[in-house]
């Protein structure tokens, strides 16, 4: 059974850093692509960043492009995302996601690219 779970959310203030990890386990991803999600109260789930299985292409969305970092770990079949100068905007649930193809590079962005969703973990920036 594939898992993917995600930590290190909670309530930080605004201007602080936050690092997301998520592990996965049941299967190795480490020739697969991962990405991360986030969905704010009311809003769709929106696209985070992505990463190819060696880390050479990391693509990232506009609300965090600039003071985020994804990363992976394959030898430990985990991925982190750093946030830094985090924002109220940036509250959320983040999601962890992992497609389940290998040496493919998916359209990052693209929900439907991943087939393995962790349960998310909340982040609460305050003002």
């Known amino acids: 059974q594939v898992q993917l779970v995600e930590s290190g959310g909670g309530l930080v203030q605004a201007g602080d850093s936050l690092t997301l990890t998520c592990v996965a386990s049941?299967?190795?991803?480490?020739?697969?692509?991962m990405g991360w999600f986030r969905q704010a109260p009311g809003q769709e789930r929106e696209f985070v960043a992505g990463?190819?299985?060696?880390?050479?292409?990391?693509v990232y969305g506009n609300s965090v492009k600039g003071r985020s970092t994804i990363s992976r770990d394959n030898s430990k079949n985990t991925l982190y995302l750093t946030i830094n100068n985090t924002k109220p905007e940036d509250t959320a649930v983040y999601y962890c996601?992992?497609?389940?193809?290998?040496?493919?590079?998916?359209?990052?962005?693209?929900?439907?690219?991943?087939?393995?969703w962790g349960q998310g973990t909340q982040v609460t920036v305050s003002s």
């Open positions: 996601a992992a497609d389940r193809h290998q040496y493919y590079t998916p359209n990052f962005k693209n929900e439907g690219e991943y087939d393995y």
């Open positions: 049941g299967r190795t991803f480490s020739k697969s692509a």
């Open positions: 990463i190819t299985w060696t880390s050479v292409i990391k």
